[in-house]
């Protein structure tokens, strides 16, 4: 069974779960998001698979996942984004928040989230059991279209682009993509 690392506010380990487990008690873990741009700016969003124990068939960021324990943050992305969408770039972090999120079934995503960038330009070959489809969108039809179907959006990839893209985009700036 995978296992997530338990954290406090400071994002400091206080000990592991078994992943379902922490996600029905709502307890707070570490986890990333990957947000990857192409050289035309637009981000790669994927639509999650069906069979998600939550958020299925939802569009978010590139990737997702929690780290291992013992796995540093940039290695945990590097090994989920080459597992989900079937590529690696240089990624870099960007900056951390918290949420907490019920969901319909009972579940909650209670994230330490670290927010990491990347710039990728080739082929896109993502997993099936991971991924139901993929898009390059642009940033301005993307928050055009999370106005009017909000609900096609997971809710950590609103925080992330309805709080805080301000920090990606200086970001994707210091790092001349």
Known sequence: MEQVILVDAKDQPIGTMEKLQAHQ??????????????????????QRALNKYHTPGLWT???????????????A????LVEEMGFDCALHEVYEFVYK???????????????LIGRYDDVVTPNPEEVNAYRWVSMDKLKQDMKVNSHHYTPWFHIILNEHYDRIAIQIKKINF
């Not at 709502?26 to 969003?45: T, Y």
């Not at 992305?77 to 989920?80: L, Y």
């Not at 999120?101 to 927010?115: A, I, R, S, T």
């Open 25 to 46: 008690q709502g307890k707070l873990h570490r986890c990333f998001s990957i947000l990857i741009f192409n050289q035309a700016g637009e981000i790669l969003l994927q």
């Open 61 to 75: 960021n590139t990737c997702c996942s929690h780290q291992r324990p013992g796995e540093e943050t940039l290695a």
């Open 77 to 80: 992305a590097h090994r989920r």
């Open 101 to 115: 999120v019920p969901f319909e079934n009972g579940l909650w995503e209670h994230e330490f989230d670290h927010v």
